[in-house]
């Protein structure tokens, strides 16, 4: 039966399927955080499936070279799917916890900020100029008030409210 928490109540619910690909995130990210991240981000609206890829730096070394021609590894990538909404998103358990600790925020809600991030990509948000990325870090500053985690956005840390 599914959960009808605040986040997914009365709406039409995405498929999202968690894969641990990197042994760290077992125990360090739960995946019904996750899950949480990724409906808080859809603020109710449709949604299609959604892969989220638990991943290191290895693996997001390779998926950045491929697909952006950058060699290095980054913190997230979304790739979107045939239907609106849907894709996946593939996150590095070691760049997670590098920023984390260098921005002083907590390694867990810089992870489902990430996911939301991540999410909201796949929603057609971007931040390629300025008033998209202002819009887009509102949006996120909402998902992360739903599941009661800190804005990343907040006083000091970036341009959104």
């Given at each position: ?56 730096d ?16 980054t ?75 800190p ?11």
């Open positions: 039966m599914p959960d009808r928490s605040s986040l997914s109540e009365g709406r039409s619910r995405p498929f999202i399927d968690v894969v641990i690909a990197a042994p760290g995130w077992r125990g360090f990210l739960p995946e019904r955080l996750v899950e949480r991240a990724v409906l808080a981000a859809c603020e109710g609206g449709a949604a299609g499936p959604i892969t989220v890829l638990l991943a290191d290895r693996t997001l070394k390779a998926l950045n070279s491929q697909h952006r021609g950058k060699e290095k590894p913190n997230v990538l979304s790739f979107p799917g045939h239907i609106a909404g849907s894709g996946d998103i593939a996150i590095s358990l070691q760049t997670v916890r590098r920023e984390a600790r260098a921005e002083g925020r907590h390694p867990r809600a810089h992870a489902a900020h990430l996911v939301a991030h991540g999410t909201l990509h796949l929603l057609g948000h971007d931040h390629l100029e300025a008033g998209e990325a202002r819009r887009m870090e509102q949006a996120e500053a909402r998902a992360m008030h739903r599941l009661r985690l804005n990343p956005w907040g006083p000091g840390r970036g341009r959104a409210a």
